[in-house]
Every structure is written in C-alpha cells, then in structure tokens.
C-alpha cells in the first residue's frame, strides 16, 4: 500500500541553525501539505503546495519556513534560523485532490528539537 | 480561535461497548470531515469521513454522524476493541485540514 514517507525521524538542531525536513508524497498525489504538533496541542496546518506553488498559508509559515518540490518525488520544508518554539513534530501529507473527498495520507512525522 | 473543538480529552470505554467521540465546529464554510486516529509516534491515519451534503457514513464498526444545524459531528466505534486505543482527532476542510485537540480513547479488556 502506498505511504508517505519522512526522514529523518529525529532531528536535533542548534538555534538559529538551518534545517530541512524532507517528505516523499505518495506518487500520483497532486497536493501537498506541511503541519506541525507542538508537545501537547493540536495539529496545526502549516502550508498547502500544488502545481509548484503554495496554495495556502498559515501565519505560523512566516518569512522563516520555506517548501519546495526539488524533483518529482521529494517535497521538503526548510526553516531557515530555528528558534526554541520551532520544536514540534512536523508531518508532511499528501492528497489526490482537494475540496470534497480530501483525504489526506500522513507520513509518520519528523520530531525536531531546537536546542 | 478554535474553529474544530473537541471538548473531551479522553474517554475510557469497555471492550465491547460502544465509543461516542464529539466534535463541534463553528466555521459554516467547512464542507468535509474527517476522522484520523493517531498511535504514539505516528501519523494521523485515515478513519473515516463525511461531506456536508450528508448525516451519515457508516464503514465497518465506524460511523460518523454529522448534525450541520448543531455544527457538531460525532463517531461512533462499536463494538470497541483494545487495539482502537488512540488519541482520535476530528478535522474540518475547506481546503487544508483544521483539526481539533483530540479525544484519547482507552478500550478496556
């Protein structure tokens, strides 16, 4: 069955250090999609991505966070100088479309820990 | 501003019996929702789902229920079984998913 794929599992950072999380969609979905899990709260959308450019945005995706589909099987997200309260679990999903009937497949998450 | 609510942070229920979770949302724009369940250091996973032009989708021991004048939805596990222990998130679209806190359901043997 096809899955969503992240590596790494962990990642353990410096403040203000650069990082990438990387994501491999399942194959022949369109959408793409980013959330994160602070310890303890909800799941929170982060930044939706179709056709190459992102569709929708939270306000937590500011000027530090960046997607990109490099190839036709990678999507990844970059924090440019994480801070303390970037520490989450961040899953990458993916969808064969939007709107109605938008079930989205999960990867199993990378844990991030800004130190 | 908590637009998907889930007002139960956990449930416990008897193996056998059955399992309500209940979701309340406010944005009337919403048109899909969503079950996933979530095991420790996984994913959400897909559970189960309703469009707003329905009240009912039922599969397996899963239903949903979806009342949109109370703007409130709610699934049903029954019978409960141990392995159906998860935290439960309801979540509402209208593009990206909006989700709630989650419910932590224990299934007792």
Redesign the interface.
């Known amino acids: 069955e096809p899955e ?1 794929t ?1 590596t790494p599992s962990h990642q353990v950072t410096q403040m203000g250090q650069e990082v990438i999380l990387r994501c491999v969609p399942i194959s022949n979905h369109l959408y793409f ?1 980013w ?1 994160r899990q602070i310890l303890g ?5 982060l930044v ?1 991505f179709y056709n190459n450019e992102i ?2 945005k ?1 306000e937590i995706f500011d000027d530090q966070f960046s997607v990109e589909r490099p190839d036709g099987s990678n999507f990844t997200l970059k924090i440019r100088s994480t801070k303390l309260e970037d520490s989450a679990m961040y ?1 990458c ?1 993916s969808s064969g479309g ?12 990378t844990r991030l820990t800004v130190l | 501003d908590q637009q998907v609510k889930q007002n139960s942070p956990s449930l416990s229920v008897q193996e056998g019996r059955i399992s309500i979770l209940n979701c309340d949302y406010t944005n009337s724009m919403f ?2 929702f ?1 079950w ?1 369940k979530k095991y420790p ?6 559970l189960i ?1 309703i ?1 707003s032009i329905k009240d009912k989708n039922e599969d397996g021991r899963f239903t949903v229920f979806l009342n949109k004048s109370a703007k409130h939805l709610s699934l049903h596990i029954v019978p409960s079984q141990p392995g159906d222990s998860a935290v439960y ?1 309801c979540a509402a ?1 209208h ?8 419910t932590l359901l224990t299934v007792n043997p």
């Open positions: 969503v992240q999609y959330y709260q909800k799941v929170e959308f939706s569709s929708e939270s899953f999903a939007t709107g109605l009937y938008n079930e989205q497949f999960f990867g199993p998450g | 048109d899909y969503l996933y250091a996984e994913g959400p996973t897909f789902s469009s998130f679209s593009g990206e998913l909006t989700f709630g806190k989650g």
